[in-house]
């Protein structure tokens, strides 16, 4: 089944990269947000692969994360910073992948720790395309994959209280094969948040007010409610299609 996975996160992500092109979506000398984590990394080899072959030349990209930043730097794909002037904190389009996506487009992010800077590219792109897997696919956000919150060291205690006062049950993550917690790129602490499954099979909160509420908790950087710039979204099924919501 894993294999399988693997083999649908690629195929999402090739098929959204080529559909893009062929659209004129990805165009030569663009402004590209590129992602984090397992379906998000064959949508950087395949862009590399496009650059390569000529049908797409003069990208400018801005990396979400230490991972993206090594493996553009090892295809060969220009990074630069939100604030350089070549991006000017704006960009054209921005791809990534997703751990929950809802039928309403509400997206969880941040799986791979990297949900701030995610978000501070997802939110300003123009085009935001998510690539998935048959798996990310769910009826409510929260129940199942857990949210990941963002917060500075000082508010580990009082900002899982307030998640607590929310209705989640916070967790902090731990590294793996490290010591003590997980350290996002930006120095801060993730808090993973479960929300326990209504009895009657209705969603426990709305996910664009609960984004707000989180982020309102202080000492919070960031949380991975996306609900504010819906995507376009590549999900690849297990008969080898890939659908295109």
Not at 79 to 108: T, W
Not at 115 to 124: F, G, Q, S, T, V
Request: aromatic share 4%; with cysteine.
């Amino acid at each position: 089944m894993t294999g399988n996975r693997e083999e649908e996160k690629k195929r999402a992500a090739f098929s959204a990269i080529d559909d893009l092109i062929r659209e004129g979506r990805i165009f030569s000398g663009m402004k590209i947000g590129l992602g984090t984590g397992s379906t998000a990394m064959p949508a950087v080899q395949r862009l590399a692969e496009r650059i390569a072959d000529g049908s797409v030349s003069g990208i400018r990209a801005v990396a979400t994360s230490f991972q993206t930043s090594i493996a553009c730097e090892k295809l060969g794909i220009p990074v630069f910073s939100m604030n350089a002037k070549e991006i000017g904190g704006r960009l054209d389009l921005a791809i990534d992948g997703v751990d929950e996506i809802s039928p309403q487009k509400h997206l969880i992010k941040g799986g791979g720790a990297a949900l701030l800077r995610e978000k501070i590219i997802a939110y300003n792109a123009d085009i935001f395309v998510i690539v998935a897997d048959s798996s990310k696919a769910v009826q409510m956000l929260g129940t199942g994959f857990p949210l990941p919150v963002e917060v500075v060291p000082e508010a580990r205690v009082s900002a899982a209280a307030s998640l607590a006062a929310l209705g989640a049950k916070p967790v902090l993550r731990e590294g793996v094969r490290k010591a003590g917690p997980v350290i996002t790129d930006n120095g801060n602490l993730i808090l993973d948040c479960l929300w326990p499954a209504p009895a009657d099979g209705s969603a426990p909160f709305d996910p664009a007010e609960m984004e707000s509420r989180i982020n309102a908790i202080p000492g919070v950087a960031e949380n991975g409610f996306f609900t504010r710039n819906p995507p376009a979204v590549y999900i690849a099924a297990a008969d080898g299609s890939v659908q295109k919501r």
